[in-house]
């Protein structure tokens, strides 16, 4: 069973940043297109960020230039790099593949507040 696990969440103030990592448990997973997604209270999940198997990268318009997606595949580690942080950036925040998805995991919270 594929398991990720989401660090790096907390309170940080608006203009501030994060650095959010996961670690993803199996092999091979990182051969798969990866993507950081997040929830925001009674809002849908949203993919914010994706990256192929070869590295290339595509953002959500709203974090575009913000936000900078990386991997790892020798490690099997995921990272979102945020900065520039505002309140619309609060949420919990999880990785997992595009396609398929598999289960998700705890996810990290991330709250913007002044």
């Known amino acids: 069973q594929v398991q990720f696990v989401e660090s790096g969440g907390g309170l940080v103030q608006p203009g501030g940043s994060l650095r959010l990592s996961c670690a993803a448990s199996?092999?091979?997973?990182?051969?798969?297109?990866m993507g950081w997604y997040r929830q925001a209270p009674g809002k849908q999940r949203e993919l914010v960020a994706q990256?192929?198997?070869?590295?290339?990268?595509l953002y959500l318009a709203s974090v575009q230039d913000r936000f900078a997606i990386s991997r790892d595949n020798a490690q099997n580690t995921l990272d979102l790099q945020m900065g520039s942080l505002t309140p619309e950036d609060t949420a919990v925040y999880y990785c997992?593949?595009?396609?398929?998805?598999?289960?998700w995991g705890q996810g990290t919270q991330v709250t913007v507040s002044s």
């Open positions: 997992n593949r595009i396609a398929p998805q598999t289960a």
């Open positions: 990256i192929t198997s070869r590295g290339d990268t």
């Open positions: 199996g092999s091979g997973l990182m051969s798969y297109d």
